[in-house]
């Protein structure tokens, strides 16, 4: 039998709370009427709603549906979840990962990062939240109720550290919890997302279903941004063959037979060089592993749109 208190944290004023790894296990979760908490939930959970919570610093790991703060103010967060919405909220900060678009609604000073955070646990319950690490519209905001000349939301600073901002558990309940929040081993590949990109030069790599895939796209993005490249977005989706048509096009032919084990991860460098700097590192790491990668220089770009035009149009952005 299950006690919806296990699942509440409410009304609590300068405490730190969490839930260890297992302890939620899928549950729903809700987080009401807290003021000044460190409130760490470090499992995965249905869905959680965030009610009347003023100056609070929140973990929420994977969350399978939607993460709704509703009438909180000042809190810091660190959120990954299929959907993320805001209402009535004012001066959050959010360290994001999120599979569809962010939305804000009569929301004012909202900022937003990307996801960096990695324990041990943190792969396997982003996969039983149903959640592909390399699906993040972080900065992708959508504000519902804009207004006229002034802007309710942007980005965190580029070299925001989320310690600063949600700083680690000081409890001897959750110390064990063997948490890093050096961007380098983030869980979640750390993107640019819609950053202005330091290059007009940028780089499509599509890695095919298999065993390695995820471990092979990391180990690219390590090498791509070990040599001053940017990552500026991922994707994981389903592939059909008239899609390859449309996005490798004159390739298309030797990729197709590829796309029935699964989804293809996909992966935006940016800077100058960036298509030879990544067919160069795809030839000595990856001689053995079909990798599509732009051409040139001249039709990288149109690899890029064409590819995710398509993955938005499939993640009905």
């Not at 869905?47 to 610093?57: F, S």
């Not at 993107?191 to 290059?199: E, F, L, P, V």
């Not at 599509?292 to 064409?306: G, H, M, R």
Request: net charge negative; hydrophobic share 35%.
């Amino acid at each position: 039998q299950i006690d919806p208190k296990d699942y509440t944290f409410s009304g609590l004023k300068d405490e730190t709370v969490g839930r260890l790894p297992g302890k939620v296990a899928g549950q729903q979760f809700i987080i009401q009427d807290c003021e000044n908490c460190n409130i760490y939930i470090f499992d995965h959970s249905a869905t959680i709603t965030i009610d009347d919570c003023v100056n609070c610093r929140i973990f929420l790991g994977p969350v399978k549906t939607s993460v709704f703060f509703r009438d909180c103010k000042d809190c810091k967060c660190v959120v990954a979840c299929q959907q993320f919405r805001t209402r009535d909220c004012k001066k959050l900060e959010v360290f994001l990962c999120c599979a569809t678009q962010p939305i804000i609604e009569s929301s004012t000073g909202m900022k937003f990062g990307c996801f960096q955070y990695y324990y041990p646990e943190l792969a396997l319950q982003f996969k039983d939240a149903g959640l592909s690490i390399f699906n993040n519209t972080w900065s992708n905001v959508h504000d519902f109720t804009p207004v006229s000349g002034e802007n309710n939301w942007g980005l965190l600073p580029e070299d925001a550290q989320v310690q600063d901002y949600v700083p680690l558990p000081a409890s001897e309940e959750l110390k064990g919890v063997r948490i890093s929040t050096d961007a380098t081993r983030s869980i979640i590949p750390v993107a640019r997302g819609r950053r202005q990109k330091g290059s007009d030069e940028s780089c499509l790599a599509v890695f095919f279903a298999g065993d390695y895939t995820t471990a092979n796209a990391r180990k690219l993005i390590d090498e791509m941004t070990g040599k001053g490249f940017q990552l500026v977005q991922t994707k994981e989706v389903t592939m059909k063959a008239e899609d390859a048509n449309r996005v490798f096009q004159q390739s298309a032919s030797e990729f197709i037979p590829l796309l029935e084990k699964g989804p293809v991860v996909a992966l935006e460098f940016n800077g100058d060089g960036a298509v030879e700097g990544c067919r160069s590192t795809v030839n000595d790491v990856f001689s053995g592993t079909k990798v599509f990668v732009s051409e040139s220089k001249a039709s990288a770009s149109q690899d890029v749109d064409n590819f995710y035009n398509f993955a938005d149009m499939q993640m009905g952005m």
